[in-house]
C-alpha cells in the first residue's frame, strides 16, 4: 500500500517540482546568454553593468525563491492533503499514519534533492562564462579534465579524497533536507492542535523549530570550530587538520538532523494518531 501511495503523490507531485525548478533553468540560461552576448560584442561593458546587475539580482532571487517555493507547496500540500476536507478521505483509507507519513516524506525529499542538485549544476554552470569574463577570454581555455585535476590535486593536498568527500556531503544532505522536511510536518501537526487560526499557529511553530535548530546547531559546531581553529597556525597544520574539521562537521550536522528528523517524525506520528483535529 506505501507504493501505491507513493505512486499517487508523485502523481500529485512532480508538476508542481517541475513548474519550480523551470525558474532555475531558466535564469541560468539567461545568465549564460548574457555572458556569452559580452563574450562576442554583442553587448558593450556599459550596457553589461547595468544588465549584470539586474541579471544578478534576478539570478539570486531566483535560487532563494525555488528553495523557497519548494518548502511552501511540501508544507501546503501536506496541509491540505491531511489536515483539510481532504484529509477526512486520507485518514479513512486502509492504511496506517505512519504509511501516509512515509509516502509523502520519500516523495518530497526526491523533490527537494532534485531542486538542490539543479541548483549546484546552475551555480557550476554559471562559474565558467563568469571565468571567461574575469580571465578576459573568449572561451576558457582550460578544459574540463585539467580543472577537474586541479580541484582533485587541491584536495589531495588537504588530505581529502574527493569521491568520499562528495559521498559523505550527499549522504548529508539527503539526511538534513529529510530532517527539514519532517520538521516542516512537524510544525504543520503542532498548528493543527490550535482551535483557533491552525495555519498561523503552524508558521510559528515553524519559527520556532527552526531558532531551535539553529541554536542547537551553533551550540554544537562553535566547539568544534574553536578546537581546530586553535590548531591552525601553520599552512602544514591546516592541511593536516582541513580533512578531518571538514568530515567531523559533516559528521556531527548529519548527527544532529538524524535525532532532530527522528524527533518530528516521532511527534507527527504521535499528534496525528492522538490529537488528530479536522475541525
Same mark, same amino acid.
Not at 23 to 33: E, H, K
Given at each position: 500500500?506505501?507504493i501505491?501511495l507513493?505512486k499517487?503523490e508523485w502523481?500529485?507531485?512532480?508538476k508542481a517540482?517541475?513548474?519550480?525548478n523551470?525558474?532555475?533553468?531558466?535564469a541560468?540560461i539567461?545568465?549564460v546568454?548574457?555572458m556569452?552576448?559580452l563574450?562576442?560584442?554583442?553587448?558593450?561593458?556599459?550596457?553589461?553593468?547595468y544588465?549584470a546587475v539586474?541579471l544578478?539580482v534576478?539570478?539570486?532571487?531566483?535560487?532563494?525563491?525555488?528553495?523557497f517555493?519548494?518548502?511552501i507547496y511540501?508544507?501546503v500540500r501536506f496541509y491540505c492533503?491531511?489536515?483539510?476536507?481532504?484529509?477526512?478521505l486520507?485518514h479513512?483509507?486502509?492504511v496506517t499514519?505512519?504509511?501516509l507519513v512515509l509516502s509523502?516524506?520519500?516523495?518530497?525529499?526526491?523533490?527537494?534533492?532534485i531542486?538542490q542538485v539543479?541548483?549546484?549544476l546552475?551555480i557550476c554552470?554559471? #562559474?565558467?562564462?563568469l571565468l =571567461?569574463?574575469?580571465l578576459?577570454?573568449p572561451? *576558457? +581555455? @582550460?578544459p574540463? %579534465?585539467m580543472?577537474?585535476k586541479s580541484?582533485?590535486?587541491?584536495?589531495g593536498?588537504m588530505?581529502?579524497s574527493?569521491?568520499?568527500f562528495?559521498?559523505c556531503?550527499?549522504?548529508?544532505?539527503?539526511?538534513?533536507q529529510t530532517?527539514?522536511?519532517?520538521?516542516i510536518?512537524c510544525a504543520i501537526?503542532?498548528g493543527?492542535?490550535?482551535h483557533?487560526?491552525?495555519?498561523?499557529?503552524s508558521?510559528?511553530?515553524y519559527?520556532g523549530?527552526?531558532?531551535?535548530?539553529?541554536t542547537?546547531?551553533?551550540i554544537?559546531? #562553535?566547539p568544534q570550530?574553536? =578546537?581546530?581553529?586553535?590548531?591552525?597556525e601553520? *599552512? +602544514? @597544520?591546516i592541511n %593536516?587538520?582541513?580533512s578531518?574539521?571538514?568530515y567531523?562537521m559533516l559528521l556531527?550536522i548529519?548527527?544532529e538532523?538524524?535525532f532532530?528528523?527522528?524527533?518530528?517524525?516521532i511527534?507527527?506520528?504521535?499528534?496525528?494518531n492522538?490529537?488528530l483535529?479536522?475541525?
Amino acid at each position: 500500500m506505501l507504493i501505491k501511495l507513493m505512486k499517487y503523490e508523485w502523481k500529485a507531485t512532480w508538476k508542481a517540482c517541475a513548474i519550480i525548478n523551470f525558474f532555475t533553468v531558466f535564469a541560468t540560461i539567461l545568465g549564460v546568454f548574457a555572458m556569452k552576448s559580452l563574450q562576442n560584442g554583442i553587448l558593450h561593458k556599459d550596457q553589461f553593468t547595468y544588465i549584470a546587475v539586474i541579471l544578478f539580482v534576478f539570478y539570486y532571487l531566483s535560487i532563494i525563491g525555488v528553495s523557497f517555493s519548494m518548502s511552501i507547496y511540501i508544507g501546503v500540500r501536506f496541509y491540505c492533503n491531511l489536515y483539510t476536507d481532504e484529509g477526512y478521505l486520507m485518514h479513512t483509507l486502509p492504511v496506517t499514519k505512519r504509511q501516509l507519513v512515509l509516502s509523502k516524506l520519500l516523495i518530497h525529499t526526491v523533490c527537494t534533492m532534485i531542486t538542490q542538485v539543479l541548483l549546484v549544476l546552475s551555480i557550476c554552470v554559471m #562559474m565558467f562564462p563568469l571565468l =571567461a569574463l574575469l580571465l578576459d577570454e573568449p572561451a *576558457l +581555455s @582550460v578544459p574540463m %579534465t585539467m580543472l577537474a585535476k586541479s580541484i582533485q590535486e587541491a584536495t589531495g593536498a588537504m588530505g581529502i579524497s574527493l569521491p568520499a568527500f562528495f559521498l559523505c556531503s550527499m549522504i548529508a544532505a539527503v539526511i538534513g533536507q529529510t530532517s527539514g522536511i519532517l520538521s516542516i510536518y512537524c510544525a504543520i501537526s503542532l498548528g493543527q492542535t490550535f482551535h483557533r487560526h491552525k495555519v498561523m499557529g503552524s508558521i510559528l511553530c515553524y519559527i520556532g523549530i527552526y531558532c531551535l535548530i539553529q541554536t542547537a546547531t551553533t551550540i554544537l559546531t #562553535m566547539p568544534q570550530m574553536y =578546537a581546530h581553529t586553535s590548531q591552525m597556525e601553520s *599552512l +602544514s @597544520v591546516i592541511n %593536516t587538520h582541513a580533512s578531518a574539521y571538514l568530515y567531523s562537521m559533516l559528521l556531527s550536522i548529519s548527527v544532529e538532523s538524524l535525532f532532530i528528523g527522528i524527533a518530528c517524525y516521532i511527534l507527527t506520528l504521535h499528534l496525528m494518531n492522538k490529537k488528530l483535529n479536522l475541525q
